[in-house]
């Protein structure tokens, strides 16, 4: 007799998903560029060595610098950038779409689908950046967490806000000038 009550998903399922697939998503260009520039080198690094250079790069695509031997690296490759910053404004999309915030028309449905990519997007941050230590390698931990972090924030934000329809709802509240 009445509508159907929709299920949505919990916040912390929904960032989760949707930030993980992110991160994988924008590790893989990095990851190709690492194995075959080590394939080029035909130096015969081990797999394991080749994976955590690979996450080194995902971390220094983000801002994260890298020291090493030769001294720290802290040149972003703005090209995967942009790839990894569109991959996580979708994961805003996507997790604002299945809390709910554009049906229900509320801005903390809103900010909590991005609080919670930046969340989850620190968290991998972090596990990435001590997962990638080599000898002769490091990355901060506590700067990969931030990072991440605040980049997770700002594009999960933006991509939960244009799923809610806040930019358009603001633009027709504001008086034309």
Excluded: C, K, N
């Excluded at 190709?32 to 080749?50: K, T, W």
């Excluded at 001294?71 to 990894?84: K, Q």
């Excluded at 909590?112 to 001590?130: D, E, N, P, R």
Aim: glycine residues 12%.
């Amino acid at each position: 007799p009445g509508r159907p009550v929709r299920r949505r998903a919990p916040l912390p399922l929904a960032a989760t998903v949707t930030t993980t697939w992110a991160a994988l998503v924008s590790f893989l260009p990095t990851m190709v560029i690492v194995g075959f520039a080590s394939a080029v080198d035909s130096s015969g690094e081990p797999v394991s060595r080749v994976l955590r250079v690979g996450l080194a790069g995902w971390l220094l695509v983000h801002g994260v610098p890298l020291r090493t031997g030769l001294g720290p690296i802290g040149l972003i490759p703005l090209a995967v950038t942009t790839f990894a910053a569109w991959r996580v404004l979708r994961a805003g999309v996507h997790t604002a779409r299945a809390i709910g915030a554009r049906r229900e028309r509320s801005i903390w449905r809103t900010l909590a689908a991005g609080l919670g990519v930046g969340v989850v997007y620190g968290i991998i941050g972090a596990g990435t950046a001590m997962a990638a230590r080599l000898p002769g390698m490091s990355v901060s931990v506590p700067r990969a967490g931030l990072t991440l972090a605040l980049f997770g924030l700002v594009f999960g934000q933006v991509g939960a806000a244009v799923e809610a329809g806040v930019a358009v709802r603001a633009a027709r509240a504001l008086p034309l000038v």
